[in-house]
């Protein structure tokens, strides 16, 4: 409030503010509204709610003063003026019934115009106002408050930018006439440099440097003295009455200021005769300032008291400066006018143009005439094609980049020394293989193998031995007798399902062999992996010494400096090119068009600092250039250690692979022979099995001595190469057997004859067949079944037992194996007879519950472990299959694979009493049956 008073007295030392100005509201809004709809062919009421914000502006505006919400409308309103004349008031625009009222500050009267250039100018002057006042607030803060000066001397000079706009006024009267503004522009400048001094005293800066601002000042106050000769202020109502005396003594202060200052700085270099001509200058000058204020005291009261203080401190040194030539220096004294000028510093006061804040914004942005749209497209073409053309060598030369440093392997740093490590996996797997209880111990394994070697060993003994008795039982006869079908047909299934087992256990002996060769392949880096963890370490791949001898160190290290130069080229890149977008974002020129004098031009200035920012992009695309040849050069000379790190790298990589593929084959032997032994116990229990159905069998039936051509037949057996050497050797049935056989073929033949007299229908004897040959090798691809069956009764009972078919054919458990076709035991074709009636048999007796009868069923695989299909095989109708009891589960040997027994199927066997050659299966299955056929 005391600022906006204007007083009588001044101090010497304080700035000048300028009287605020008010003005007359009038209604803005709907002549604009009006011209929107007539000129722009848009509906004006679309802009209804802009136009009355401008006319709420311009309300709060005219009212004057200090007040925040003053000074923000204010503001607002200033940021319209430039958008109004360009739509407006732009020399094509029809006239507008407006007239702008506001109030000269030299004589309170009241002016108004239908002129903008006015309005614009009364507006500029009231802002400029409110700065001033806020700037001569801000230096009154106590001296040591810097960042107050430093805002008072930037509010000061946005003031000065502003009265530089006011220059449209007529004539050398009112408050916004040109030379106003020129004397207004210039005290705002001075008094901005006055912060200035007042900044660089309390800084304590250089002497020289005090000096040449308090010179500037001077010269600035002499300016605004200049322009105030133009302006008649003799009135001593007038504002500005007292300013030409109070600027005058504030000019003659800061000239005093600058000779003491400057005369300080020459005496600090021994020129003590120059210190004292400055110091008796600025004397005198404070001095007159004293006097003349004293002679105006009526007139115009001046406070002196600061001139006062400063007077003694130049008598002080002057003093000093004196006693110190007359005792030391002895130089003589320059007169006034031979003292050389104070150099101002106008270059330190600067500029500062006034910006409102991002909240003052321009209300009528979007209304745009239809020169402005298309020059703004057009503009917006431009910048299309320079972003385009920019972003296109920055592609081109990334690309160029990362090609080169794929293809050098420098993507992710500099090409050092690459070391496979050892994965912990390999570790735990380790610690697996070291643990004694576990399966995977190498030692129990190698145990394990030897121990099923021995038991494949004792079943295939077992096996050939009940092999060569049950062949010696079935080697045919010359003439058969009737009465030993019976035995015969049992025998020979028996036969069947052991040569089978036989030919299984081979199969077996092999997978043990291979899993033994596989195991012992593998012991040492079992072993390794096995061993401690330092061992495997140590035992990883290195370079050798003279892998090592290369002197690749000094290029390897200028890598790495070129690599960091490329990192750096990257970062500056990425910067540039996302400034260069930033810049294309914000240059948004469309409401600078509009105010414009001259878009084309304005376009342009804009387009050239947009190429500014282009040229930064490019200058670091081209640096690529120069640097990315260095890194190749440096590269190339570093071919042989890359070439031995690489094979470094692939041997340790093979190390690692190694010890795990080791691992995992131990895991694959364990698991084979598991079921290896499994399957081994499994037989070994149907051979036992089978040896006690055997016996039983021999105690029940008392077979033919067999021909001396059966034993033969027996020796020459096809039972693998292990069994066929052993066969001679097997002891013939000890005579307990015999005995028990002899006695049942007696009571057999008693029933049999009694049967065979009282029959009327006449009996076909056997025909004679060729001696058995077993097939030691299975067939492994076969689906059918083949049951017991006699081939003597092509139309047999369809109450007799018979053998299932294999459980699934094919994958189809519910499909049925192709029937062969029937043959005779000689091999030859059976013909089609009809059904012949048998004659009634005489009653049996029936087999003891402690041997059950056998069927055996198997599966036909063309595809056999001896590669061959096997010839005259048994036909039977599927009506004379024997249904069987389900079976426990078993192991079965997996042909493609010798090591993996997989699955769970059964030992099955098959007889037929129509055939030499019987089958050999692949999968076999021991199974004891519920034989419902009284005959059997």
Same mark, same amino acid.
């Given at each position: ?106 004589? &309170? ?35 040591? &408050? ?27 009267? !009112? ?29 304590? #800066?250089?002497?020289?440097?005090? !000096? ?10 002499? $300016? ?29 202060? #800061? ?88 150099? =101002? ?10 910006t409102p804040g991002p909240e003052h914004k321009e209300l009528l942005r979007n209304l745009l005439p239809l020169k402005t749209h298309l020059l703004a497209s057009e503009f917006s073409d431009a910048k299309d094609q320079l972003r385009r053309e920019v972003l296109t060598k920055v592609d ?26 050892? =994965? ?24 394990? /193998? ?7 060993? @004792? ?40 040569? &089978? ?82 810049? /294309? ?5 469309? &409401? ?25 992009? @490019? ?68 051979i036992s099995s089978m040896e006690k159905q055997w016996e039983d069998l021999c105690a029940t039936h008392t077979p033919l001595p067999p021909p001396l051509s059966s034993s033969k037949n027996a020796s020459t057996s096809s039972l693998g190469k292990h069994s066929s050497q052993q066969t ?12 028990? /056989? ?45 049951s017991i069956a006699d081939n003597n009764n092509n139309n047999a009972d369809s109450s007799q037992s018979s053998l299932p078919l294999y459980p699934s054919v094919n994958g189809n458990k519910n499909a049925l194996p192709t029937v062969p076709k029937i043959t005779n035991l000689d091999g ?49 109708? =599927? ?6 009891? =389900? ?29 030499? $050659? ?19």
């Amino acid at each position: 409030n005391n600022i906006t008073t204007m007083s009588k007295r001044y101090a010497i030392e304080d700035l000048l503010h300028v009287q605020f100005k008010h003005g007359a509201y009038v209604c803005i809004s709907d002549p604009f509204m009006e011209i929107i709809t007539k000129e722009y062919e848009e509906r004006g009421e679309n802009y209804k709610t802009e136009l009355q914000s401008l006319d709420h502006f311009r309300k709060m505006a005219v009212r004057g003063g200090s007040d925040a919400a003053v000074v923000s409308a204010l503001k607002s309103y200033y940021v319209q003026l430039p958008g109004i004349k360009a739509r407006f008031y732009n020399g094509s625009s029809p006239y507008i019934p407006i007239k702008y009222k506001w109030t000269n500050t030299f004589n &309170d009267e009241e002016d108004s115009s239908s002129s903008f250039a006015f309005e614009t100018a009364n507006v500029v002057f009231a802002l400029g106002a409110v700065l001033c006042n806020q700037a001569c607030i801000a230096y009154r803060t106590p001296s040591n &408050d810097e960042e107050a000066l430093k805002n008072a001397r930037t509010t000061f000079l946005q003031a000065a930018s502003l009265f530089e706009e006011m220059h449209v006024g007529k004539g050398t009267s !009112g408050d916004t006439s040109t030379y106003a503004a020129d004397m207004l522009e210039h005290l705002m400048k001075a008094q901005a440099c006055e912060c200035f001094v007042t900044h660089a005293v309390n800084a304590k #800066k250089t002497n020289r440097t005090i !000096g040449r601002l308090a010179i500037t000042v001077a010269d600035l106050y002499d $300016d605004v003295l200049k322009h105030m000769v133009h302006i008649d202020c003799s009135d001593k109502k007038h504002p500005w009455f007292s300013w030409v005396f109070v600027v005058r003594l504030k000019a003659m202060l #800061k000239r005093a200021m600058a000779q003491y200052y400057i005369g300080l700085d020459v005496g600090s270099e021994e020129q003590i005769g120059e210190e004292i001509a400055r110091l008796e200058f600025s004397k005198s000058l404070l001095n007159d300032i004293k006097t003349q204020a004293k002679k105006s005291k009526k007139t115009v009261d001046v406070d002196t008291s600061y001139v006062d203080t400063f007077l003694e401190k130049v008598n002080t040194r002057l003093s000093a400066a004196h006693h110190e030539n007359s005792a030391i220096y002895f130089m003589s004294v320059p007169a006034e006018e031979k003292l050389s000028e104070i150099l =101002p510093a106008r270059e330190l006061v600067g500029s500062a143009k006034f910006t409102p804040g991002p909240e003052h914004k321009e209300l009528l942005r979007n209304l745009l005439p239809l020169k402005t749209h298309l020059l703004a497209s057009e503009f917006s073409d431009a910048k299309d094609q320079l972003r385009r053309e920019v972003l296109t060598k920055v592609d081109m030369k990334n690309e160029e980049l990362r090609t080169a440093m794929d293809r050098m392997d420098l993507l992710g740093g500099a090409f050092t020394d690459k070391q496979v490590s050892v =994965p912990s996996q390999v570790f735990t797997r380790g610690s697996t293989l070291r643990n004694p209880s576990s399966d995977l111990f190498p030692s129990s394994v190698e145990s394990r /193998l030897t121990s099923l070697a021995s038991t494949v060993s @004792e079943v295939i003994e077992s096996v050939t031995q009940l092999v060569t008795e049950t062949h010696s039982a079935i080697s045919p006869s010359a003439p058969q007798r009737q009465e030993q079908s019976a035995f015969i047909k049992t025998a020979r299934a028996i036969h069947k399902r052991v040569n &089978d087992i036989a030919s299984a256990m081979e199969q077996t002996r092999t997978a043990q062999e291979k899993m033994l060769k596989s195991f012992e392949d593998t012991r040492g880096r079992i072993d390794l992996l096995a061993g401690p963890h330092d061992l495997i370490q140590k035992s990883m791949p290195q370079k050798s010494v003279l892998e090592s001898a290369t002197n690749a160190e000094e290029h390897k290290q200028r890598i790495n400096e070129l690599l960091e130069k490329v990192n750096f080229m990257k970062d500056l890149r990425s910067t540039a090119v996302n400034k260069f977008n930033e810049q /294309l974002k914000q240059s948004s020129i469309a &409401d600078k068009l509009v105010v414009a004098q001259n878009p084309r031009e304005l376009m342009d200035l804009e387009m050239e600092r947009l190429s500014e920012c282009a040229q930064d992009v @490019e200058k670091n695309l081209d640096s690529q250039d120069k640097l990315l040849p260095a890194v190749v050069s440096v590269y190339a000379k570093l071919s042989d250690w890359r070439r031995s790190s690489t094979a470094l790298v692939e041997r340790q990589k093979e190390y690692v692979s190694g010890l795990l593929e080791a691992y995992d084959m131990l895991v694959s032997i364990v698991t084979s022979l598991k079921k290896a032994e499994e399957f081994c116990a499994n037989a070994k229990a149907k051979i036992s099995s089978m040896e006690k159905q055997w016996e039983d069998l021999c105690a029940t039936h008392t077979p033919l001595p067999p021909p001396l051509s059966s034993s033969k037949n027996a020796s020459t057996s096809s039972l693998g190469k292990h069994s066929s050497q052993q066969t001679q050797r097997l002891p013939r049935p000890s005579s307990s057997s015999n005995a028990k /056989l002899q006695q049942a073929l007696a009571r057999t033949s008693t029933t049999i004859s009694s049967s065979s007299s009282s029959s009327s229908l006449p009996q076909n004897p056997q025909p004679s067949a060729p001696p058995y040959q077993p097939n030691p090798y299975p067939s492994q691809n076969s689906n059918s079944s083949i049951s017991i069956a006699d081939n003597n009764n092509n139309n047999a009972d369809s109450s007799q037992s018979s053998l299932p078919l294999y459980p699934s054919v094919n994958g189809n458990k519910n499909a049925l194996p192709t029937v062969p076709k029937i043959t005779n035991l000689d091999g030859t074709k059976a013909p089609n007879a009809a059904p012949r009636r048998q004659p009634p048999r005489p009653p049996s007796k029936r087999l003891s519950s402690n041997s059950p009868p056998v069927t055996v069923s198997y599966s036909d695989d063309s595809d056999g472990l001896n590669g061959k299909n096997r010839a005259n095989k048994s036909e039977v109708s =599927p009506t004379n299959l024997i249904p069987t009891a =389900p079976t426990a589960p078993t192991l079965e040997l997996d042909a493609n694979d010798p090591f993996a027994l997989v699955g769970e199927s059964s030992l099955h066997s098959s007889t037929s009493s129509s055939t030499d $050659d019987i089958l050999v299966p692949t999968k076999i299955v021991v199974e004891p049956v519920t034989n419902t056929d009284t005959d059997t």
